[in-house]
């Protein structure tokens, strides 16, 4: 009865609001942060059952070691060539994110948002896959698109939504959309891709073709109802689909406790649904190939889908819009106690005998080069700027299949009355 | 050739900041990724880098200036401008650089002649008709299409098994098999985007909601996915999917379960809207959203599933997106319709008719892309018009129809445009309520007589 509670000597209700461990200007110490050994992770096979691999949602799956050798059952054994790709692809990545950045800063464009210490998730997850697998992104995935081939001066023409814009001056810089390279057209508003990528992978089995899909979200956003849609049909149809977590710690301003970081691991979230689930050290290049590659075997053998939860740290700001100096701590990207992936894998490739300081410093003096000459190039298709590059009537297309006449005649007025004002 | 440097905008909706302070002079050489200065704003503070190498040559704003606007000039260098815009914007866009003219409202900014819209199919003479209810014409919409394609395939809560929380797809489970008639988790938000996503991925999902009542969470995979994807990827991408059910009141179901959400999804671009009354409309309006590219939502009304009406024995019996129907020819006054209002109008008019009112019916079946020739053209006819509609007044495509009427129909008007709703209140459950706070035919009568200026 309601009387009888105060008359109990009970202590009041409290409330737990999470509090990140650093702040700006703190010192960080992330010797709490327990990181598993490489190599020590059992790789099951691909046809086990999620109730049997549960450790390895809670565990850390690592492969490059403190003496940057790969070691344990995860090393995908990958020859030179391949781990020079995925090096040289991370690079020109890193370059193309810096420079555009500062593009923003001089108002080139008006938004650009970097992937700097995250491009594993997106190089190495991308190169495991098939090019014909079907990519649904989030908006910090464009490493999918160097792996696959897209021209960097067509991801400038969109940046800086000039006449060359192959999405029309219709969507926000960096939100790309390519249908050749099977890479959906990445949305802004969070996680609605997860369940659209069950539904295409649905799709692709109902077909009965051979492509599986591959979905990224934030740490943040699985909080997120569709997160959860996503999961649970994943589960009760046995979707080919990778479900990606990029865990970078911070979702702009709220560290990953808000979304539930301090009870458990994201990985955990797919132990729940019956979905096998791998948490992996995501700046470790092989580590996220072989997850990668696994899930992918899995879900392309029909054995059901994988949750892979990257556990990595956004070492720059969210956005162009972003300054997180108001609200963690610089050391933290100095201190992350997994490194940063291009140098984790420069390290291994050097140890290997196959690569040399001289050759990356090398490396990284072209992918500027390279970058600079695709802004060049994107620049000569018109640059922010007065914003006037995209045809007036391109702006009634694409809304449907066939421009229906309310539009046709609104586009028909809209000409008239521009004739009137500004008369040619 | 110098290059500028401009005030720099931390995001697109900053105007102005402080320049804090410079970390370069005149004269320093500068190389790419140097910073260059530190600016301030209310919210942040960023620091500025030299995109390229080169020499600064001019400060032009000092440090320590506050409010400087975002794009002024504030130092130069020498060196190469890579990304000078040299190259001229399209012609036709440049207009709006020239000085407006004064634009006077003329004859010239009049809105041109409405594009003609598609016919419905000629019905030869001698056509056999069948009796069908709404729900066998839907039925037999779906099921035809999915015989006719095979990538059409039905999802939704309680579709398969139990053949439809209002028996729509009956049948469909047994003829097609579980695959393509698929039993979902409970989640519409969730089935909302798988759909999508499978539309993606070359299939063609039929989705049922029980009611959309329920749709609400799936709104967003709706309008912000579906809606969108053509426009969004440059018409790389299409998202052909149909999103149907019952919508409107129902009876007896209360505030949650009895509304139209016809003017929410009418608003949005890049949406089909079809809100059809009869069984051969429904039908035929079906097979239509099914075979669009484009993605539909597809209003039904649980009131009229079991209602009979004809429905002619034609071969793929398809008809126009976009065309209402004229359901009763008249003279004196137009009452436009859709869903089921148009059954309520059809008896106002019985009863006008009796009192020397002749209205003419308009059903306007799709209510997006709205067909504003067919109401135009019959205020034209008639000079009245009373828009009827089971939904809410605010914001309704009651008002979207006087919109139309006041824009283009002006001069045909002999008194004001009248529009006939529900009450602007949750729909109670009290039957006495219910009933009241609903749209009649007693209701529109009163209103064409107004309009008519007949006591």
Known sequence: ?424 | MAIELKMPALSPTMEEGTLAKWFVKEGDEVSSGDILAEIETDKATMEFEAVDEGVISKILVAEGTDEVPVGTVIAEMTGEDEESDSSPAPARADKPKAEPVAAPVTAETAPPAPVSRASDPAIPDGTAMTSLTVREALRDAMAEEMRKDETVFVMGEEVAEYQGAYKVTQGLLDEFGAKRVIDTPITEHGFAGIGAGAAMGGLKPVVEFMTFNFAMQAIDHIINSAAKTNYMSGGQMRCPIVFRGPNGAASRVGAQHSQNYGPWYAGVPGLIVIAPYDAADAKGLLKAAIQSPDPVVFLENELIYGRSFDVPQIDDYTLPIGKARIMRDGSDVTIVSYSIGVGLALEAADVLADEGIDAEVIDLRTLRPLDSETILKSLAKTNRLVVAEEGWPTCSISSEIIALCMEQGFDDLDAPVLRVTNEDVPLPYAANLEKAALIDSAKIIEAVKKVCYVK
């Open chain 1, 1 to 424: 009865m309601a009387n009888d509670i105060s008359n109990r000597n009970l202590s009041p209700l409290s409330l737990h609001v999470p509090e990140p461990k650093f702040r700006p200007g703190d010192a960080v110490d992330y010797s709490d942060v327990e990181i598993q050994k490489a190599g020590d992770q059992a790789r099951p096979d691909v046809s086990t059952k999620p109730a049997a691999m549960r450790d390895l949602a809670y565990d850390l799956i690592r492969v490059l070691d403190d003496d940057h050798k790969a070691v344990g059952p995860w090393d995908p054994k990958l020859d030179d060539d391949t781990l020079l790709k995925m090096l040289k692809t991370m690079a020109q990545l890193r370059a193309f994110d810096d420079r555009l950045h500062r593009q923003q800063r001089q108002g080139k464009t008006s938004f650009y948002m970097k992937s700097t210490g995250e491009e594993a998730t997106s190089v190495a997850a991308a190169m495991a896959l098939d090019a014909e697998d079907m990519c649904f992104p989030s908006y910090r995935q464009q490493g999918i698109l160097f792996v696959r081939g897209y021209p960097m001066v067509d991801m400038v023409n969109q940046i800086f939504s000039n006449k060359a814009d192959k999405l029309k001056g219709r969507q926000l810089p960096i939100m790309y959309s390519s249908t050749r390279l099977n890479f959906f057209t990445v949305s802004g508003n969070l996680t609605t891709q997860y369940p659209q990528a069950v539904g295409w992978a649905m799709a692709s089995a109902s077909k009965g073709d051979n492509r599986i899909a591959a979905v990224w979200c934030g740490e943040g956003s699985t909080a997120e109802g569709d997160f959860h849609a996503a999961l649970t049909f994943a589960a009760v149809y046995n979707a080919p689909v990778i479900m990606n977590i990029v865990n970078n710690q911070w979702a702009i301003s709220s560290f990953s406790g808000f979304a539930g970081a301090e009870r458990t691991t994201f990985a955990a979230r797919g132990v729940g649904y019956g979905i096998a689930a791998l948490r992996v050290d995501g700046n470790d290049p092989l580590a996220v190939y072989a997850a990668t590659q696994w899930a992918a075997e899995r879900a392309r053998t029909n054995q059901g889908p994988t949750v892979i939860e990257h556990f990595t740290y956004r070492a720059d700001a969210h956005s162009t819009s972003d300054d997180p100096t108001a609200y963690r701590s610089a050391q933290e990207r100095e201190e992350w106690p997994l490194g940063d992936p291009i140098m984790r894998l420069k390290r291994h490739l050097i140890t290997r005998g196959v690569w040399s300081v001289e050759q990356q410093e090398a490396l990284d003096v072209e992918c500027v080069e390279a970058v600079k000459v695709a802004v060049k190039e994107a620049a000569k298709n018109g640059i922010l700027g007065h914003g006037l590059h995209q045809p007036f009537e391109t702006m009634f297309q694409d809304v449907f299949e066939e421009m229906p006449w309310h539009l046709r005649e609104q586009a028909d007025q809209a000409d008239k009355e521009r004739d009137i004002k500004w008369p040619s």
